[in-house]
């Protein structure tokens, strides 16, 4: 069974400081997305890593895929109050017509 | 271009009913997932539909089954509700699958 885990859960931070989001697995995924989720909405795909290695970068936001393909992080420089949100990975599941989620890392950016 | 539509936005069940969700995909979006989210369980894939066939199934009772509709439209129905089937259920399209997949606002089911 493929299996993502997020850390940290939770986190509370103060505007203009940096944050990681981490997104692990024993398996390999041939990609991994990251979506931000705002309350009373639907996720929404922020980036899609496909290569080993690569790095993508979203304005503020630095996504990495690791080199095996079984984890993937993600780094707000400067989060502000607009970053407030739940930040979730996925990656597809034994088949490509499915998404394995990961547990989700709600942040919160006080102002 | 409209998003993925889902209806009813909210409702309210007994247990023992049933229910019926509608989703109606992105206009040329060929095909439609299902995911249920709680807080205890996260995100979990339901099942996802293509041209009418259910291509993938999640590890859901039989309890809920869905169907798609020669114009991509879906519905999913959960029968003999119970307590622990409140949740955000959640459509989302894809012109197919590979592709970017685009989530509605979700329905939230509480069942009392």
């Known amino acids: 069974t493929q299996l993502l885990e997020q850390s940290p859960q939770f986190l509370s931070i103060q505007e203009g400081e940096n944050l990681t989001v981490y997104c692990n697995s024993s398996?390999?995924?041939?990609?991994l997305q990251w979506y931000r989720q705002e309350p009373g909405e639907g996720p929404v795909l922020l980036v899609t890593?496909?290569?080993?290695?690569e790095v993508k970068k979203l304005k503020r936001l630095t996504f990495q895929f690791g080199d095996a393909r079984k984890d993937s992080s993600l780094h707000i420089t400067a989060a502000q109050p607009g970053d407030t949100g739940l930040y979730l990975c996925?990656?597809?599941?034994?088949?490509?017509?499915?998404?394995?989620f990961g547990s989700g890392t709600r942040l919160l950016v006080r102002p | 271009k409209a998003g993925v539509t889902q209806t009813p936005r909210y409702l309210i069940k007994t247990r023992g009913q049933q229910v019926t969700l509608s989703c109606s995909p992105i206009?040329?979006?060929?095909?439609v997932s299902w995911y249920q989210q709680t807080p205890g369980q996260g995100l979990q894939f339901l099942f996802e539909?293509?041209?009418?066939?259910?291509?993938n199934k999640g590890n859901f009772p039989g309890r809920f089954s869905g169907r798609q509709f020669s114009n991509s439209r879906s519905e999913m129905n959960v029968s003999t509700l119970e307590l622990g089937d409140s949740a955000l259920y959640l459509c989302?399209?894809?012109?197919?699958?590979?592709?970017?997949?685009?989530f509605g606002e979700g329905s939230w089911l509480t069942v009392v």
């Open positions: 206009s040329g979006h060929r095909s």
């Open positions: 989302a399209s894809s012109y197919e699958s590979g592709n970017t997949i685009y």
């Open positions: 996925a990656g597809e599941g034994d088949s490509s017509y499915k998404l394995i």
């Open positions: 890593v496909v290569t080993g290695g």
């Open positions: 398996s390999v995924f041939s990609s």
């Open positions: 539909y293509f041209s009418e066939t259910q291509r």
